[in-house]
């Protein structure tokens, strides 16, 4: 709040707190944040994820480290519980009007990679008209998930290799004369 009264804000200049283009539902969060380090949203649809959105752009607007940090965690802990594309779209579309910082593009980027095949699909994400930074983002997130997938692939089909060495050498112990086969181990990744 230093900023907005002791700053460049409008608010410094005439000493009076102007709220006037934020929703008053979003200044009651930025003042329940300043009385108790926390902030409540009682939608649990796609409007809680704007909710978040919109509390984040008034912490940065004032310079309230600790809220805009919330929110970003409120918005990712939103984001990750979803389990299915249903909203997205529309959390996509605020992202991209709303003058969001970059971590919470990051955020809906991750989100939207993580349910890109039902959203390729999906008519209201392809009407959407994505800015190339967004865009990237995503792409970035997609590279990122399908690094994960790899890395864990190789690390399980290790895991098996490992496990069927004892098979081996059970199937070796046991087996009849000139009818040796053994389970053969699979080289990891692709």
């Excluded at 389990?83 to 989100?111: C, F, G, M, W, Y």
């Excluded at 060495?165 to 070796?172: E, I, Q």
């Amino acid at each position: 709040m230093e900023a907005a009264f002791f700053g460049n804000c409008k608010e410094a200049v005439h000493a009076h707190l102007h709220t006037e283009e934020y929703e008053p539902v979003v200044i009651e969060a930025m003042l329940e944040y300043l009385y108790t380090d926390t902030y409540t949203c009682s939608d649990s649809t796609a409007s809680q994820a704007i909710f978040h959105m919109d509390v984040n752009v008034v912490a940065d607007y004032y310079l309230i480290d600790g809220l805009l940090k919330l929110s970003e965690d409120n918005l990712g802990n939103f984001l990750n519980a979803l389990t299915q594309a249903e909203h997205l779209p529309v959390i996509i579309k605020a992202a991209t009007e709303k003058q969001v910082d970059r971590n919470l593009q990051s955020l809906v980027a991750s989100a939207s990679a993580r349910f890109m095949e039902s959203l390729v699909d999906n008519p209201d994400f392809s009407s959407l008209g994505l800015p190339n930074y967004l865009r990237n983002l995503i792409f970035q997130a997609c590279a990122s998930q399908i690094a994960h997938m790899k890395s864990a692939t190789v690390e399980v089909q290790a895991k098996l290799n490992a496990s069927l060495k004892p098979c081996n050498w059970a199937l070796r112990e046991h087996q009849l004369p000139g009818r040796e086969k053994r389970l053969a181990p699979r080289r990891p990744g692709f």
